[in-house]
């Protein structure tokens, strides 16, 4: 259509320009922007402009517009684009080729084979490469989650030593269970509220909900800042109506990020846009600032002398992130690391941690409250291993993790469904194959979405659009498992899926450090919460939908009414 209106455009002029007699040099430029123009679309019909032709793909290969590829498409899904996918896989099958103006060609995949491909077998040919540091590389720096290479592993190497069953241990007593007490006087401050209103108006019902999203967002900042920096940051206990610095900055910055992976053309709507520069240089000045006051005190802490009850108690404290980045010397010439790249490890975990953790909790709970039958069978759960009264000695890591199966499978298929990284992308180094012979160019694009392979019925069957808590469980009433694990839970055995079948938290080499860290977080908070108070969603509201986001928000704030439960 658009080759055939070119040409008729161009007939047109050239028998006007035949016409006349002569040409200016305006006409002369218009005539040849209009055969480039024409050269261009003849060259590229249905693919984005210097992309390479594909004919070994066949039916692989969506077909899209001259010069834009599927851009166009896109565009139009950009309020849905998990759901643009999930039907080109659904149409095409899970292998997909899609070309975007500027960043080339996109294989995508929708399986576990090609995943255990990508993230193991051939490891050293996927990388994340420069798209990711030339998008986020002014607000996350050179840390772990733009890097390659030797620089990945430096900051692996030293990660990894922070994430013990000794820190674990201190953190379910402590700051997860702390963090969970200041949400839940949130919660009270809620209830107070509610009972001077009217509850038989549905306006005053709405007016006295909480949103559970930002709730949970501010309670993941409150933890994870604790937890790994030892910041309070005390977003829980700032009134809604207040800002907070920290936050806002984040809040600004975590959009701006998600705007940066889903526009090629970031670079000139983010200069265009009104205001956007000198917000993004203050947000990131924010995160800077605070980043330099924790590496300051800490670097004082270690640095300052101190009496023997101080040094007891900094041995006591258990060693957290900031510790082992800040005492890491190299071996080859003796230094520290600088205050940038200390920056870089902050701002890092620090967005990589809060949103992850925050969205988890709100989707969980979402499935929880929305489902009778599965909220009927956690408590119950609780109720029988913890009793029926919140008691904060009851929760430790051992029982956490090994007597509360119902509750951790809620937690797994929560990420199923709802993954926080939703889509993921890596660059080939080289050409390659992937397992069912598909050509893999070097400088490929090769994508694959945990969202659309949660609901992949060859992968997880007939019912993987339906949340089903009890995929997760096997039947173990053998008196050797309860006496081994003490499980009074009446629901059998968690059972964990290969890495690449539930990739949520990735694969190794590159399997999320922060695994036992969330999945802890996230069922303390469960537990602290649902044994003290009914939280019901309130009715009425649409159903949720996930926003256009490289993470997984809510595109509308996940309402509910609380009340102490009885």
Same mark, same amino acid.
């Given at each position: 259509m658009l080759i055939q209106q070119l040409l008729k455009s161009l007939e047109s002029f050239l028998a006007l320009v035949n016409k006349q007699g002569q040409q200016s040099p305006l006409q002369t430029?218009?005539?040849?922007?209009?055969?480039?123009?024409?050269?261009?679309?003849?060259? %590229?019909?249905?693919?984005?402009?210097?992309? !390479?032709?594909?004919?070994? &793909?066949?039916?692989?290969? @969506?077909?899209?517009?001259?010069?834009?590829?599927?851009?166009?498409?896109?565009? =139009?899904a950009a309020d849905d684009p998990l759901g643009c996918m999930l039907k080109w896989f659904e149409t095409y099958g899970d292998i997909v080729s899609i070309t975007v103006p500027i960043r080339g060609r996109f294989i995508m995949v929708n399986h576990p084979m090609y995943l255990e491909h990508i993230l193991k077998n051939n490891f050293d040919n996927y990388i994340k490469g420069s798209l990711f540091a030339e998008q986020l590389g002014d607000i996350l720096g050179n840390g772990i989650f733009v890097s390659d290479g030797e620089a990945w592993r430096f900051h692996r190497k030293t990660s990894v030593n922070v994430f013990?069953?000794?820190?674990?241990?201190?953190?379910?007593?402590?700051?997860?269970? $702390?963090?969970?007490?200041?949400?839940? =006087?949130?919660?009270?401050?809620?209830?107070?509220? $509610?009972?001077?209103? +009217?509850? +038989?108006?549905?306006?005053?019902?709405?007016?006295?909900?909480? +949103?559970?999203?930002?709730?949970?967002?501010?309670?993941?900042?409150?933890?994870?800042?604790?937890? @790994?920096?030892? @910041?309070?940051?005390?977003t829980l206990s700032t009134p809604v109506t207040e800002k907070h610095e920290f936050a806002e900055a984040f809040d600004f910055l975590t959009a701006n990020m998600d705007a940066r992976i889903l526009n090629p053309f970031w670079h000139w709507t983010d200069s265009l846009t009104?205001?956007?520069?000198?917000?993004? /240089?203050?947000?990131?000045?924010? &995160? +800077?600032?605070? /980043?330099?006051?924790?590496?300051?005190?800490?670097?004082?802490?270690? $640095?300052m002398p101190k009496s023997q009850e101080e040094e007891e108690a900094r041995a006591a404290r258990p060693h957290d992130l900031l510790d082992h980045y800040i005492s890491y010397t190299n071996p080859d010439d003796g230094s520290k690391l600088s205050h940038g790249a200390l920056r870089d490890v902050f701002v890092g975990f620090m967005m990589a941690g809060r949103d992850t953790t925050s969205l988890a909790m709100t989707w969980m709970f979402y499935s929880i409250l929305s489902q009778p039958r599965v909220l009927k069978n956690l408590r119950h759960e609780l109720d029988t291993v913890l009793g029926v009264r919140y008691d904060p000695e009851r929760?430790?890591?051992?029982?956490?993790? !090994?007597?509360?199966? %119902?509750?951790?499978? @809620?937690?797994?298929?929560?990420?199923?469904? %709802?993954p926080q990284t939703p889509r993921n992308a890596r660059v080939a180094v080289v050409d390659d194959v992937m397992p069912d012979g598909t050509r893999i160019s070097a400088?490929?694009?090769?994508? %694959?979405?945990?969202?659309?392979?949660? =609901?992949?019925?060859s992968v997880w069957g007939e019912d993987a659009a339906i949340f089903v808590p009890e995929r997760w469980l096997v039947d173990d009433d053998t008196l050797e498992h309860k006496a081994k694990t003490g499980s009074k839970s009446p629901f059998g055995k968690f059972r964990m899926e290969n890495q690449f079948k539930?990739? !949520?938290? !990735?694969?190794?080499p590159r399997l999320c450090l922060g695994q036992t860290f969330a999945t802890l977080e996230t069922m303390v908070t469960a537990c602290v919460v649902l044994q003290q108070f009914e939280v019901t969603l309130v009715p009425g509201r649409p159903v949720p939908m996930p926003k256009g986001s490289a993470s997984l928000p809510m595109l509308h704030p996940l309402l509910a009414t609380v009340s102490y439960r009885s």
């Open positions: 430029a218009v005539i040849a922007t209009v055969g480039l123009l024409l050269a261009a679309v003849i060259k %590229y019909p249905n693919r984005a402009f210097l992309t !390479s032709t594909r004919p070994d &793909l066949g039916k692989k290969a @969506i077909k899209g517009s001259p010069l834009l590829g599927n851009m166009p498409e896109m565009i =139009r013990t069953t000794k820190l674990f241990r201190q953190l379910v007593r402590g700051a997860f269970q $702390e963090t969970a007490q200041v949400f839940c =006087r949130v919660l009270e401050q809620t209830i107070a509220k $509610e009972g001077s209103e +009217d509850e +038989d108006n549905p306006q005053n019902l709405t007016d006295c909900a909480v +949103d559970l999203q930002q709730l949970f967002l501010r309670l993941a900042l409150d933890a994870f800042g604790k937890a @790994i920096f030892g @910041i309070e940051f005390k009104p205001g956007k520069t000198p917000k993004l /240089a203050h947000s990131i000045s924010v &995160l +800077d600032k605070h /980043a330099a006051q924790a590496t300051a005190a800490r670097r004082a802490e270690q $640095e929760l430790s890591y051992e029982v956490v993790m !090994s007597e509360l199966p %119902y509750l951790k499978a @809620i937690f797994h298929e929560t990420l199923r469904l %709802y400088g490929d694009l090769v994508g %694959y979405s945990l969202w659309t392979m949660g =609901r992949n019925r539930f990739n !949520s938290f !990735s694969a190794n």
